[in-house]
């Protein structure tokens, strides 16, 4: 097993956890592209106690709306989303999993400068946990931050995990 995939393993153990499966709770996944930590433990772990998943579905240049996990096709950016025909799509989750490029100490993320995720967040109710996983080499001192960009509850890397509220 190389590196990075064993630090997907750490960094997936950690995060179940920290917030282990809550049965018929709304949880939002992301299918993660290269230079993202893999999700598909937490999927499985997740799936198998019944947890409702969600996956983002580009449906423009500004939104991503969350649908069920079912039948996936090739989306706008080479990434598999969930087809519209899964069933009814949901901003009611208690965990949403927002991938990022980089991150900082203080939580914050930057992502790959499209804003989908930032403006997406902006519709949630502040009681939706915001978490991240990442590689440790991808978390920086400090990001130059703008006013749209949102900050993640917790970040958690394979050498443990940064709270920011």
Known sequence: MNLKKLDDVIIQDYFIELFPPVRNSNVALYNS????VDTGRIYSVYKEASVNLYFPRTINDEIIEFYPDGDFEIGRFNIFEPKISNGEKSEDFMIIL????????RG?????????YDRFIERLPVTTLLASLAYAEQVVPQLIVQPWDKRMDVIITEEGVIYSR
């Open 33 to 36: 592209i290269a230079g993202e």
């Open 98 to 105: 927002v991938p990022g490029r980089s991150f900082d100490a």
């Open 108 to 116: 914050w993320r930057h992502g790959r400068g499209w804003g989908y």
